[in-house]
């Protein structure tokens, strides 16, 4: 088993940082206002290695209504949780308070420390145990199975033990306790992240972040983006006070960052290896403790890992609230927050609710049944519920398919969707590459939507080699990567200078081709117009100028401009030509062109603008000078 991340929680003055002390020797409160007023303010730190070997990290928050938002920023990613609840008081406002946000991150365990046992006497002791355990029983997350942690491994009546920080009592049974807790297994595949939840100047080293990482690996050296935004560098790594070289995820580590100072980074600020996407709009599964938050249209403040923002929500269906913030952040599907209200509650504080981020808002109209599936998967973490999630997507959000990386923008999803046993396991036909995928019928519909619509054009447009592909994909209604994807899969298909081909079509009426071929090699530079080939070969002017683009588009001919069309080839000998003369003139003027061409000024001056435009010819003033970055000649071959 790995290192342990444990956290207190429970009314202030309780007892929390001396059960801490009293397990580590360490002192949390180091603040001297801490010191002067007997209370936690701040989040403290300490650490101790258990019996097996293992090390124990606390994190020490305050239980004082005004430092509420301490403890939930101190709360995220623990293993465990130590609620604190005095034998002389018993439980009091802020333990059903922290008692909530517990319960809305899904900590996987809690132990409930009786403290300050030395100070009563065993009938009274007795008396808080039935009544911790009746407030459990009662307590409004408790469900039919059990548990006040649905879908959770926390028990409904939690191990419950007595301890004196001035006897000792309990502290062995305790430890032996913490010892038999498995760590969370965390992704250290996945990119790495982290969010600050304190920041310090250490003399002779500069500013140093520190958290818990939650996924992926960091290692000394490594560059890292504060807020997916500035970028510095790891100079050297801490971990309870030793030096390392690498941590991974569910470490806490204390990160030594190359030019920044602590007023560049605060708590709740965002490390990354790369640069993010910040959203301020999520769609996310929510419940809540207190009535008068139900109406769930309303401002609220969102705590989510040490981040702290203001979030309205808007109803989108049962259980399920869209979230606009007011200051964006990157968050990923299965993060879970906490809503507080602000105004306090008799019975449970601030604390009115809490659940988790689905994905950022794609869709202006939410589908309920897909937040259901998303909502599954993420917390039982199941290959039914996550099978049943994408393939929902892919069938009834987005039949015409999807990148790859927009999934993974919107999911965060894992490689095995993309791995064909997965889907053929479950009878599912499914079309994927390394950039794109699609359910196989999808694509069969799609595709044959494409080929007719492609046989309609050709039919009113006979004359033309392709059709555009972006008419095709607003016709359509596709992606241009969705046709990508269906033409590089196909085998009628292909595309080439942004126009879409049949394979096996004739791209034009081959006779009408090669005779306006003649015509326009025969004319040379006096081509004529498109009226007039029309006359001679007996076709229409559209017939005639959709034959004339197709010519273009396989740069057969040139297009000089509207209504002037020459043969490649007799262009190719012209800029032949002209670049011989530069080499006995430095300058031509239109003079010059003139005899070139053997034209008159109505057909030289197109063709002078046409080189011009090319970049074969600069033009200064009246006269033209060579491009000398132009294609040198290779070859003499005037037709």
């Given amino acids: 088993m790995g290192p342990l991340l444990v956290g207190t929680a429970g009314h202030v003055d309780h007892g929390k940082s001396s059960l801490v002390e009293c397990l580590t020797g360490i002192d949390t409160d180091k603040l001297p206002e801490e010191k002067k007023r007997g209370i936690s303010i701040e989040l403290g730190f300490a650490h101790m290695k258990l019996p097996s070997g293992r090390t124990c990290a606390f994190i020490d928050v305050p239980g004082h209504e005004k430092f509420i938002k301490t403890m939930v920023a101190g709360s995220h990613s623990l293993d465990a949780a130590l609620l604190v609840i005095s034998s002389v008081e018993g439980i009091r406002l802020q333990t059903r308070e922290h008692l909530q946000v517990l319960s809305y991150l899904r900590i996987p365990q809690l132990i409930v420390v009786l403290s300050k046992c030395d100070l009563v006497s065993s009938d009274l002791i007795e008396q808080r145990k039935k009544e911790i355990t009746s407030a459990f029983i009662c307590h409004p997350e408790a469900t039919a199975e059990g548990s006040i942690f649905p879908n ?50 250490l003399k002779g080293f500069g500013t140093v972040a520190a958290g818990t990482i939650l996924e992926g690996i960091i290692q000394e050296g490594d560059c890292v983006f504060i807020q997916g935004r500035r970028k510095c560098r790891v100079r050297k790594l801490h971990s309870h006070g030793n030096e390392i070289q690498k941590a991974k995820a569910g470490q806490r580590v204390a990160l030594n960052l190359s030019n920044v100072s602590c007023l560049d980074i605060l708590r709740g600020y965002l490390l990354t290896k790369s640069e993010e996407s910040f959203c301020d709009e999520y769609d996310v599964a929510v419940e809540f403790c207190r009535n008068d938050a139900k109406g769930m249209s309303q401002s609220f403040q969102l705590h989510v890992h040490s981040s702290r923002t203001i979030a309205k929500t808007t109803h989108i269906g049962s259980g399920y609230a869209r979230i606009k913030l007011t200051e964006p952040l990157y968050l990923k599907p299965g993060d879970r927050f906490v809503l507080r209200s602000f105004k306090v509650d008799e019975n449970y504080g601030s604390v009115c609710g809490g659940g988790i981020i689905l994905h950022y808002s794609f869709l202006r109209r939410p589908h309920p049944e897909f937040l259901l599936l998303h909502d599954q998967y993420l917390v039982n973490k199941n290959e039914k519920n996550y099978y049943e999630f994408l393939y929902y997507y892919l069938d009834k959000i987005n039949p015409m ?118 015509i326009l090699r025969e004319a040379r530079f006096t081509p004529p117009t498109i009226k007039e080939i029309s006359m001679i070969l007996n076709l229409t002017e559209k017939e005639t100028l959709d034959i004339l683009n197709g010519l273009v588009h396989s740069h057969k001919i040139k297009r000089i401009k509207y209504d002037f069309y020459i043969h490649a080839d007799i262009f190719k000998a012209l800029e032949e030509k002209i670049k011989l003369r530069f080499k006995e003139l430095a300058q031509l003027d239109m003079s010059d062109f003139k005899q070139l061409t053997g034209a008159s000024r109505k057909f030289t001056i197109p063709l002078v603008e046409y080189c011009d435009q090319i970049m074969l010819t600069l033009r200064r003033g009246d006269k033209r000078i060579l491009n000398h970055k132009s294609t040198q000649i290779t070859s003499l071959t005037i037709p």
């Fill in 152 to 201: 959770s491994n926390i028990l409904l009546l939690p191990c419950i033990i007595p301890f004196s920080s001035k006897t000792l009592l309990g502290k062995e049974r305790l430890i032996q306790k913490l010892d038999s807790i498995e760590s969370h297994i965390l992704n250290q595949n996945a990119p790495f992240r982290l969010y600050v939840d304190r920041i310090f100047t």
């Fill in 401 to 518: 398919g999807v990148p790859v990386l927009e999934f993974n923008k919107m999911f965060h999803i894992d490689k095995v969707c993309r791995s064909k046993p997965f889907w053929k396991e479950r009878g599912i036909d499914i079309f994927f590459s390394d950039t794109y995928f699609i359910l196989k019928k999808h694509f069969e519909i799609l595709r044959g939507n494409i080929i007719l619509n492609l046989k309609d054009y050709f039919r009113n447009n006979p004359f033309k080699e392709g059709a555009f592909v972006y008419e095709v994909v607003k016709k359509n209604k596709i992606s241009k990567e969705c046709l990508d994807f269906i033409v590089d899969n196909s085998v009628e298909f292909q595309i080439k200078d942004d126009l879409l081909y049949f394979k096996n079509k004739e791209s034009t009426p081959m006779e009408q081709c090669e005779k306006i071929e003649d």
